[in-house]
Structures are given as structure tokens and as C-alpha cells.
């Protein structure tokens, strides 16, 4: 197995608290759980296009969170097709 190389990277409160209760839970070692996911995510990103990927986190502007809300809010009729693919109907 090759040497392991410590790298130090800051995380916030959150992710330290998300990542010791997963190691908790799992009994997984940290280190491997942090390398695995670390793994899976830059193998995503080398795989998948760039559209295909959802943002961990997505920043809004105040008028674009006030549409968001308004969309939220009032969000339509759905269409035809929509109706027809959440009844499970083929063309």
C-alpha cells in the first residue's frame, strides 16, 4: 500500500460534525472516509459533464432568492407531459 500523505484543509463546525457522526455510525475511520469521498467526487468531476453536477451549496441574490420564493409560492399548472411521465404514460 503506498505511504499516506497528510494534507490540512479548514472545514466549517457543520462538516466536522457531519463527518464525525457518518464515522460514528459506520465505524469507519475518518481519514478513509474523507479519501473515499474525496476520490468520488474528483471522479465525478473528470467523468460527468460540467452540467450535470449539482452544487453543493448554491448563493443567491436577494432578487433572484425573492423569485425562488414567488415560484415556491405559486408554482403553476404542470404540463401534459409531466402529467403523462408521473402517471408512468409512453409515447
Known amino acids: 500500500m503506498p505511504r499516506a500523505t497528510q494534507i490540512s484543509a479548514p472545514i466549517s ?8 457522526r457518518q464515522a460514528k455510525a459506520t465505524g469507519v475511520k475518518k481519514g ?3 479519501e473515499s469521498a474525496l476520490r468520488y467526487h474528483l471522479r ?4 460527468l459533464p460540467a452540467d450535470a453536477l ?4 448554491v448563493v443567491l ?4 432568492f425573492e423569485q425562488v420564493v414567488e415560484r415556491l409560492r405559486s ?3 404542470p404540463t ?4 403523462d411521465l408521473m402517471r408512468g404514460d409512453r409515447d
Do not use: H, M, N, Y
Not at 61 to 64: D, I
Open 13 to 20: 463546525r457543520e462538516t466536522k460534525d457531519l463527518l464525525e
Open 61 to 64: 441574490t436577494r432578487k433572484s
Open 80 to 83: 401534459k407531459q409531466l402529467r
Open 54 to 57: 449539482v452544487p453543493a451549496r
Open 44 to 47: 465525478a468531476l473528470q467523468e
Open 75 to 77: 408554482p403553476g399548472e
Open 32 to 34: 478513509f472516509l474523507i
